[in-house]
């Protein structure tokens, strides 16, 4: 199957580096107006480009819309009145099935996926969507290219901002960060402060996702009452730390509806 990337940003990046580690038999090209983009890729993957996007459509079984949701609409209308019939998954956050498919028209056959950068590691989880009409031999084709990087999960779209909002691997990153600059601050050295925020974070959630205790039992053993760890949480929470989580939910979200509407 030819799968052509439509944008060599980040993503597209991330998702080469573990098509590669998992040795697709796919014959992988992306577009992208950036040639300096396009070299990088080229130097980095190994993978095939293509400058011209009307070439690169041409070479298409599968298309994957790799920009920034702001730009969908723009790339969309370059490509123009698509005759042939043709699979496209779009990565932009927000952006709808239905306006997707009203840019472009009955040719082509739209899903949406959320791949995580993680995917790099072949280790990403991806949330796919499609619409009810799209034929079982089509999903199974997305389903399985997404495969590839990583598990597969598929959801309604009603349910997809709240999901893209809530698995960002920024979440662990930006956690893992604030844990280590307060170790650092309690006397902790960088990489000591980053290997212990690592094992809380990391470990610990690969014992509950691996094992067969639920996350409150877990919590409880973890945390003994009057304990350090509970101590720690119990200021975290009053310090307002699900407050502050529940309001970041609630900003990503306005902005994934907010994509909707460009």
Not at 203 to 228: F, K, N, Q, Y
């Amino acid at each position: 199957m030819n799968v052509v990337f439509l944008g060599g940003g980040r993503i597209t990046s991330a998702m080469l580096a573990g098509l590669r580690l998992a040795k697709s038999k796919h014959r992988l090209l992306v577009h992208d107006r950036d040639l300096r983009k396009l070299k990088k890729v080229k130097k980095c993957y190994e993978t095939a480009i293509e400058p011209d996007l009307k070439s690169a459509i041409a070479q298409a079984d599968l298309v994957i819309v790799a920009v920034r949701p702001d730009s969908v609409g723009g790339l969309l209308r370059a490509i123009g009145g698509e005759k042939r019939p043709l699979l496209a998954v779009s990565l932009a956050a927000g952006v709808p099935l239905r306006m997707l498919s009203k840019a472009l028209g009955a040719p082509v056959r739209w899903a949406r996926a959320m791949p995580s950068p993680v995917c790099r590691s072949g280790r990403g989880l991806t949330a796919v969507t499609f619409p009810p009409t799209l034929p079982a031999k089509d999903r199974k084709r997305i389903r399985e290219f997404f495969a590839s990087s990583g598990p597969v999960i598929e959801i309604p779209e009603s349910k997809f901002d709240a999901f893209t909002v809530t698995y960002s691997c920024s979440h662990g990153y930006h956690a893992l960060a604030a844990l280590a600059d307060a170790a650092q601050a309690a006397g902790l050295d960088r990489k000591t402060a980053l290997l212990a925020g690592a094992d809380a974070l990391a470990d610990g959630i690969v014992a509950w996702r691996e094992g067969e205790h639920s996350l409150e039992a877990l919590l409880e053993e973890a945390a003994t009452p009057g304990g350090i760890a509970a101590t720690t949480a119990n200021a975290m929470d009053a310090a307002g730390f699900q407050r502050a989580v529940r309001k970041g939910v609630a900003a990503g979200l306005r902005r994934a509806r907010a994509n909707a509407r460009q």
